[in-house]
Nanobody, 126 residues
């Protein structure tokens, strides 16, 4: 059974930083592209960032480009999202997701992903 578990969320002041982690169990993440999405209350789940299964290529939503960095450690079976210069509008529940094996696409729609974590809440205060 594949499980994704996010951690690292919390309350932070605007301008601060957080590092989210997504640990996968039940299978290796090697070969699987991974992504982060977020969902604020009353809004649809939106794409944040994607990392290719090889780990070299990354992709970001315009709203987080230059502030967030996605990375992966296949040996630890974990994907990370480093979030700097946080803004009030970054407040949301953050989810990690696993795409299909060896997928070459940068999928920005949630329905493309196989497995999801339960989410971790990030709240940015003024």
């Amino acid at each position: 059974q594949v499980q994704l578990v996010e951690s690292g969320g919390g309350l932070v002041q605007a301008g601060g930083s957080l590092r989210l982690s997504c640990a996968t169990s039940g299978r290796t993440i090697f070969g699987y592209p991974m992504a982060w999405f977020r969902q604020a209350p009353g809004k649809e789940r939106e794409f944040v960032s994607h990392i290719a299964w090889r780990g070299g290529n990354t992709y970001y939503a315009d709203s987080v480009k230059g502030r967030f960095t996605i990375s992966r450690d296949n040996a630890k079976n974990t994907v990370y999202l480093q979030m700097n210069s946080l803004k009030l509008e970054d407040t949301a529940n953050y989810y990690c997701a696993s795409d299909r094996r060896f997928s070459q696409s940068v999928n920005v729609v949630p329905t493309a992903y196989e497995y999801w974590g339960q989410g971790t809440q990030v709240t940015v205060s003024s």
